[in-house]
């Protein structure tokens, strides 16, 4: 028996099938990224989605820029185009307290001659991010654009097509109609969760790490390479609508019907959002969320107020820079002040040196407070904060403690001198070096200064790399100090016995900890290339070195320039690459990484163990040209998920050769011996037949 999810399957018209899929997989992207409401599994969009891509490769001439496989897959841009708004963008005005919110509705009141009538409003939370907007041309997404100056902004349409919660076509439901020409205008912004992850990743790297959410957000939206935009987990929440030519289409008569129009459009809306008579309901909601914006998975630093009706907002105006209609109150940010016990330095993965402010605890923003990053000596010279030091503290976007300002009128009168930059490490005494046009200073010793040797391990066995389940910062800290692990290729000399020997180590721990550790020799090459802790590779990069290469030694023989030539690999990092692999020490590393049992390329002895099902048990496959739409690691993962194996050459014993154009000697093997040829989409329609099949 099919499902439903099949009926694509069973048209005869290749039309038919692409666009019942793109409709459906829409909807899908619609319930997950915008009401979240999901409604199938990871799996089954994932099949969906592989068949499409099939098809519309099959059929190029059917492929539109509203498919849902043209949110990633523009080439890397040289630069932005600058294009104009078709009507300009203002900024808001802001007021900081009561006292300006009402004076600011006195002049509303006045001008609208309506002194003594309860102005209608709608306010929303002020979403801290990057305004873009967005022009759909019969329901399809054509350009998307900054804010830029208000006139001007720069075409970033391939990144944002990357936001699963943009629609590339406007999704309507019920009776709603979409205008022939619109511009739709919100904000993009980071999640708190994927800004503490990414700044994560980055101090893992020895990157410097983004100060607040919307910095990271509008970075991640302005990159030249779409797919670096698809890997932060962007958001966006929409609030206007400018009809350039109606159409059919009814115009909403107020700004809450307008939000609700958006909704209808499958627009994603602020959740922080009310209708409000009077200026009382409106603090009401000022208060109420002031007090509840730190549970918020998005930054926010104010409330936007609007007078609701599209008519009054015509006859308010804008001002030279700011329409008259609305206005943000801001939040005042908790600012307190705490005393500087002492600068410490810390030492990250990669020797940088950063000054940090250890402080007497104080509680701010809903958590205590005891330690801020100076970021780099520059920053701590502009300062200028120094132990014993009264300093006003607050918290980036509410999530990142930071050093505002030292009181100079209550610094003491024995204060301490200017911190200098260290000449030494502060942990291993090695000299500092300063690496021109750069701002930060490092530890001259990364094979010998145990912080380095530590956060390298640190990294080594996070989530992104070698993902050693059970080996904390606890554990690893004991392993350094005893001496037992230098580099990560001693992790794979530990016996049990030697976990033994740590404090409050049990013999349990100690043998989960060991095969873990032994496991992880069997984890896919771009978690290895990840680990290895390339300045500038990060998980996305390493990715792409595997799927170009196949192996560790491929990539270190690889020229600057063949670096360069792989999409999403700039100069800057390609020569990080080659600077690695030219250390003797990295050599040194890899060969024992080799003696200790890794492959140093993709390796197919866990793939029975991570199969989702047998179709392809004990089948052999070989891979050979150019597929249409899944890179060859790709194709590969999919064979092993569903228990095939992988191999280099064409004998008798292979069950299938997967062929793609320029497919070489293997195929004219492959049809000497009488092997069975497949193409992409032969391979696809397996796979989706053996999951849709009911198994009654």
């Known amino acids: 028996m099919m499902s439903n999810l099949d009926a694509p399957a069973r048209m005869s018209s290749p039309e038919q099938q692409i666009e019942s899929l ?42 539109t820029s509203d498919s849902p496989t043209q949110r990633v897959g ?25 006292e300006e919110l009402i004076a600011w509705e006195k002049r509303v009141e006045k001008l609208l001659d309506r002194p003594d009538s309860s102005i209608d409003y709608v306010a929303e939370l002020k979403i801290d991010g990057l305004a873009v907007t967005l022009l759909y041309e019969n329901g399809h997404l054509v350009r998307g654009a900054t804010r830029g100056n208000g006139t001007e902004g720069e075409n970033i349409t391939s990144n944002l097509k990357t936001i699963k919660s943009i629609p590339l076509k406007i999704p309507v439901t019920g009776d709603a109609k979409v205008p022939d020409r619109v511009e739709i205008r919100g904000e993009v912004f980071m999640p708190k969760e994927a800004f503490i992850q990414l700044n994560q990743e980055r101090n893992l790297r020895g990157e410097p790490e983004f100060a607040n959410p919307r910095n990271a957000g509008a970075g991640s939206v302005r990159q030249l390479d779409p797919r670096i935009t698809a890997s932060r987990n962007l958001d966006a929440f929409f ?15 107020n700004h809450w019907a307008m939000l609700e129009t958006l909704s209808a459009w499958g627009f994603k809306t602020n959740p922080g959002k009310q209708h409000c008579q009077g200026l009382q309901e409106i ?113 980036a976007a509410e999530i990142i403690p930071e050093v505002i300002e030292v009181v100079l009128a209550k610094r003491p009168a024995s204060a301490h001198e200017p911190v200098l930059p260290p000449a ?16 930060a200073l490092r530890c001259g010793n990364p094979s010998g200064c145990p912080a380095q040797v530590l956060r390298r391990l640190q990294h080594w066995v996070s989530k992104g790399a070698l993902d050693i389940d059970g080996v904390g910062p606890a554990l690893l800290e004991q392993l350094v100090e005893s001496r037992l692990v230098e580099s990560p290729a001693d992790l794979y000399k530990l016996s049990v016995d030697d ?7 049990a013999l349990k721990s100690a043998e989960n900890a060991y095969t873990a550790i032994q496991k992880s020799k069997q984890q896919p090459l771009a978690r290895l290339i990840n680990g290895l802790g390339i300045r500038h590779v990060g998980q996305e990069t390493a990715i792409l070195l595997a799927q170009t290469f196949g192996s560790i030694p491929a990539i270190s023989e690889a020229s600057l320039e063949t670096l360069t030539q792989i999409p999403g690999v700039g100069e800057k990092v390609a020569e990080s690459i080659v600077v690695f692999f030219a250390d003797a020490g990295n050599q ?109």
């Open 22 to 63: 793109r409709e459906q997989l829409n909807r899908y992207n619609y319930l997950y990224y915008v009401l979240d409401r999901p409604e199938i599994d990871d799996a089954t969009y994932d099949r969906l989605y592989h068949q499409l891509v099939g098809l519309e490769q099959e059929h190029p001439a059917l492929i």
């Open 74 to 98: 523009d080439a890397p841009l040289k630069l932005f185009e600058t294009v104009k708004h078709p009507v300009r963008l203002y900024s808001l005005d802001n007021v900081f307290s009561e």
């Open 239 to 253: 609030y206007g609508a400018t009809v350039l030519e109606a159409g059919q289409a009814p115009l909403p008569k």
């Open 283 to 395: 603090m009401a909601f000022v208060h109420h969320w002031d007090q509840r914006r730190r549970e918020l998975s998005f930054a926010t630093d104010g409330v936007v107020v609007k007078v609701n009706p599209l008519v009054w907002q015509d006859e308010l105006g804008y001002t030279a820079k700011s329409p008259r209609w609305a206005v943000a109150f801001k939040y005042v940010p908790e600012v307190l002040e705490t005393r500087v016990v002492e600068i410490e330095f810390s030492v990250g993965r990669t020797g940088v040196i950063t000054p940090v402010a250890i402080m007497e605890p104080v509680f701010i923003s809903g958590s205590t407070v005891q330690r801020a990053t100076l970021h780099n000596f520059e920053e701590l010279a502009k300062k200028d904060v120094r132990p014993g030091d009264t300093v006003k503290v607050q918290k």
């Open 424 to 439: 030494h490490c502060p942990v291993c005494e090695a000299p500092v070096v300063a690496i021109p046009g750069e701002v």
């Open 499 to 505: 976990f033994l020997t740590l404090e409050r180590m």
């Open 588 to 696: 040194q590393l890899l060969a024992q990484l080799r003696d200790s049992g890794f492959a140093l390329q993709e390796t197919e002895s866990n793939a029975a163990s991570q199969a989702t099902s047998t179709l392809f048990q004990d089948q052999t496959f070989v891979l050979t040209g150019t597929l249409p739409t899944l890179s060859r690691q790709e194709a590969s993962d999919l064979i092993r998920a569903h228990g095939g194996k992988i191999s280099g050459s064409v004998s008798k014993k292979t069950d299938y050769v997967l062929a793609g154009t320029e497919a070489g000697s293997k195929l004219a093997k492959a049809e000497q011996l009488g092997v069975k040829i497949i193409s992409e989409s032969d391979l696809l329609a397996k796979l989706d037949s053996a999951v849709s099949e009911d198994p009654s």
